[in-house]
């Protein structure tokens, strides 16, 4: 079983930034994609970014110009650089891993993580 752990959440005030890493048992990059996910009390789950291993990445609307997701090639981390943060988006942060590099698949295996709370504040 692939363990997948999400760290750098925490409390911040509304403009600050805050940097989660996620990494997994084994190497990341062997994964297909990694995608952070975050779900506010009361929401559905949602994407934030994703980023595949042949270079594509896709950003949620609200959150384009803000957050950065990239591959860490020194720690085998895949960060998400989250700037001007707002009070929306409070949430528990996610990280999932699916496919597989070596295997050429896209959506199995697929692993999520526990999550990490991050909390802004006015």
């Known amino acids: 079983q692939v363990q997948v752990v999400e760290s750098g959440g925490g409390f911040v005030h509304a403009g600050e930034s805050l940097t989660l890493s996620c990494t997994t048992s084994?190497?990341?990059?062997?994964?297909?994609?990694v995608g952070w996910h975050r779900q506010a009390p009361g929401k559905q789950r949602e994407l934030v970014a994703l980023i595949t291993d042949d270079g594509i990445l896709n950003y949620a609307e609200s959150v384009k110009g803000r957050f950065t997701i990239s591959k860490n090639n020194a720690k085998y981390t895949v960060d998400l650089q989250m700037n001007s943060l707002k009070l929306e988006d409070t949430a528990v942060y996610y990280c999932?891993?699916?496919?597989?590099?070596?295997?050429?698949?896209?959506?199995?295996?697929?692993?999520w993580g526990q999550g990490t709370q991050v909390t802004v504040s006015s």
């Open positions: 999932r891993v699916r496919g597989s590099v070596w295997s050429r698949t896209v959506n199995t295996p697929d692993y």
């Open positions: 084994g190497s990341i990059f062997s994964f297909y994609s």
